[in-house]
């Protein structure tokens, strides 16, 4: 994240090692508090450097005047970030004792969408700092978190069985959004395939490796606490899920102690970015148009703000080594390791064009505004990346954009006819 300098970083360090002293911050309130503090400091070191281009023109000498007017102007900026920095921190204490009362508020649908929205953007940012508005993974069954062992999950399923469903939803998301224009595919399947359903929510800024990990170790978990013998799993995604599923798999590939991917037998993508999104690589784009004009470049903070999961969408990383070659923002291509789908698992992809199927095909590069067709099926320019999919394994809905891919009535049916 981006919404710090060199000053603000060593605040930050000591901010934590404070409170690792004396207790984490349990309110949401405190934690949208520490959010605005450091977004207020943000804005001000954007606005000192803006402030730096204009009186110090580039590409010319700055004059004793100038430097007299930046030095001035260095002391209003610092006196900002010291009064931003106390109000905060008076503010913090005063809500730690409100804590008790927010907690028994009740959750609403927006509050969660909310926080999945804020964690899809700044997810990496609110991990990094501890903050409770945070999203920690965890399974769920109607907007409610199911502790992983055999009492909890008897208790949320009276009638369950060995025929596990589990749904992951994309970037920016929450499990909760599977309920799309009063329809969830989750739902109608395991009804009508007699399964028992389960959502995965978890903090989409996060790097997808990150979570694929987290998740390779809570299926396991999961698997081995289930209260009746595995049968099978089956996995359907939205639009980052199926990297994040593609990066578990490969963290359980590596771990040869795991059995849950020996349940499992079918994964549908529904939007899934194989080879990354086209929206991600224009951001990276712009990051380097800004940087390159002067009196721009301090703009380009900004776009450095995006999490590190939407990054990952550039290219769809799904291990460590893809992002840790090189930094975030550097522009250096794909350099992904290649990673098939595994061969004793069946895979079903959907991809999705706004256009329509009589439209010409230029006019469906774009996919369904997110992901383009070829991302979409696995498809690379690069044969050796290509991810083979069964040809009657993969399908292409038009007039649908991405977030239609969820409430879509035809790619239900085509869902019941691969699962089945």
């Keep these: 994240m981006y919404f710090n300098q060199k000053k603000l970083r060593k605040f930050t360090f ?16 405190q ?44 002391f209003t900026f610092s006196n900002i970030r010291w009064s931003t920095k106390v109000i905060g921190n008076s503010v913090s204490k005063i809500l730690k ?30 991990e990094e700092k501890e903050n409770p508005l945070k999203i920690d993974m965890q399974f769920r069954y109607k907007s409610k978190a199911i502790q992983i062992n055999n009492e909890s999950l008897k208790g949320t399923y009276p009638k369950i069985n060995g025929k596990i469903l589990l749904m992951i939803h994309g970037s ?38 990150t979570n694929g990990k987290d998740l390779n170790k809570n299926l396991q978990k999961l698997v081995e606490n289930w209260p009746v013998p595995v049968e099978e799993i089956m996995i359907i995604t939205h ?6 599923t593609r990066s578990a798999l490969y963290y359980a590939d590596q771990n040869n102690n795991n059995k849950w991917t020996k349940h499992l037998k079918k994964v549908a993508f529904l939007g899934t970015p194989h080879h990354g999104s086209h929206v991600e690589r224009i951001g990276s784009y712009l990051d380097l148009i800004l ?23 550039r290219y769809g990383n799904l291990v460590d080594e893809d992002w840790q070659r090189s930094g975030r923002f550097e522009r250096k291509g794909d350099q992904r390791e290649h990673i098939q789908l595994p061969n004793k698992i069946e895979f079903f992809a959907v991809a999705a064009t706004t256009g329509k199927e009589s439209a010409h095909a230029s006019t469906q590069i774009l996919g369904d505004s997110l ?38 009535p035809k790619i239900l049916d085509k869902l019941k006819t691969w699962l089945l």
């Design 14 to 29: 000591k901010r934590q090692l404070i409170m690792s002293k004396k207790t984490k911050p349990d309110s949401e309130l």
């Design 31 to 74: 934690g949208l508090t520490h959010l605005i503090v450091d977004a207020t400091i943000g804005v001000t070191d954007l606005v000192e450097e803006m402030h730096k281009q204009v009186v110090h023109p580039p590409f010319l000498p700055s004059t004793s005047i100038q430097k007299l007017i930046t030095k001035i102007a260095g």
């Design 97 to 126: 004792h409100l804590t008790p009362a927010i907690g028994n508020i009740k959750s609403s649908d927006k509050k969660e969408v909310l926080l999945s929205v804020l964690n899809g953007v700044i997810g990496d940012y609110l």
């Design 172 to 209: 920016c998301m929450s499990d909760i959004q599977w309920n799309h224009k009063n329809h969830n595919h989750g739902e109608i399947l395991s009804e009508e395939l007699d399964k028992t359903p389960i959502y995965l929510n978890y903090n989409s800024g996060k790097h997808i490796s």
């Design 239 to 244: 639009s980052m899920g199926g990297l994040l």
């Design 291 to 313: 940087e390159s004009v002067p009196y721009l470049k301090p703009f380009a903070r900004l776009g450095k703000i995006r999490s590190a999961g939407v990054t990952d969408l």
């Design 371 to 408: 992901v383009d067709i070829k991302s979409a099926l696995g498809q690379h320019k690069k044969t050796a990346k290509n991810l083979n999919f069964k040809g009657e394994n993969t399908w292409i809905v038009y007039e649908n954009n991405h977030l239609e891919l969820l409430s879509n």
